[in-house]
């Protein structure tokens, strides 16, 4: 399986920008995706094959990297971005990244 | 709109067995691959199983196949998880997910709220 490395938790505050992290275990070209879940909430889709921002997701949010590194950015950020970012990959069976807790101070 | 509801969940004891379902609407069902995924208590999201759109192949993580079965009712737009010989490592919400598999294995662009299964005797 692939493995999908996340730094654990980010603190920031609101109007700044944040960057999280995804490193692969192998080259993932990219297929790699990322998700935001909100406390009792299920996963919702940020962004799609690296860079594509889904229909309905604010324009604050951005994705990039190809390989083993991937950055989702969220610039700025705001109060409601309080979740943990999950991303996801489908280079073979989908795997998902332990997970960051994005905290604002 | 895209809605997905689960249904089944429940505690269960090691060992024995339990069905999930997975109401869909507001979109062609017969038209997507469909996934279950699941997520343990205070843990990060694993991908459980994949059916394509029209049930002809089906894809499982490791530590499930030959116990869960996955399947499809196209006329009923209803997905199934199927879960035999259940295990404490099973304890998990389960989500039902659209699965784009566009690019190999895709992504999941919709997700249900999640059912809760609890294996413990």
């Known amino acids: 399986d692939t493995v999908l490395t996340q730094s654990p938790a980010l603190a920031v505050s609101p109007g700044e920008r944040v960057t999280i992290s995804c490193r692969a275990s192998?080259?993932?070209?990219?297929?790699m995706h990322w998700y935001q879940q909100k406390p009792g909430q299920q996963p919702k889709l940020l962004i799609y094959?690296?860079?594509n921002l889904e229909s309905g997701v604010p324009a604050r949010f951005s994705g990039s990297g190809s390989g083993t590194d991937f950055t989702l950015t969220i610039d700025p950020v705001e109060a409601d971005d309080t979740a943990t970012y999950y991303c996801?990959?489908?280079?073979?069976?989908?795997?998902f990244g332990g997970g960051t807790k994005l905290e604002l101070k | 709109e895209v809605q997905l509801v689960e249904s089944g969940g429940g505690l269960v004891q090691p060992g024995r067995s339990l069905k999930l379902s997975c109401a869909a609407s507001?979109?062609?069902?017969?038209?997507?691959?469909m996934a279950w995924v699941r997520q343990a208590p205070k843990k990060g999201l694993e991908w459980v199983a994949t059916?394509?759109?029209?049930?002809?192949?089906?894809y499982y993580r490791d530590s499930v196949k030959g116990r869960f079965t996955i399947s499809r009712d196209n006329a009923k737009s209803t997905l199934y998880l199927q879960m035999d010989s259940l295990r404490s490592e099973d304890t998990a919400t389960y989500y039902c997910?659209?699965?784009?598999?566009?690019?190999?294995?895709?992504?999941?662009?919709?997700w249900g709220q999640g059912v809760m299964v609890t294996v413990s005797s």
């Open positions: 997910a659209r699965h784009i598999t566009i690019a190999a294995m895709g992504y999941f662009d919709y």
């Open positions: 507001g979109f062609t069902f017969s038209d997507y691959a």
């Open positions: 059916i394509i759109y029209d049930g002809s192949s089906t």
């Open positions: 192998e080259s993932v070209s990219t297929l």
């Open positions: 094959l690296a860079s």
């Open positions: 996801q990959q489908s280079w073979n069976d989908p795997t």
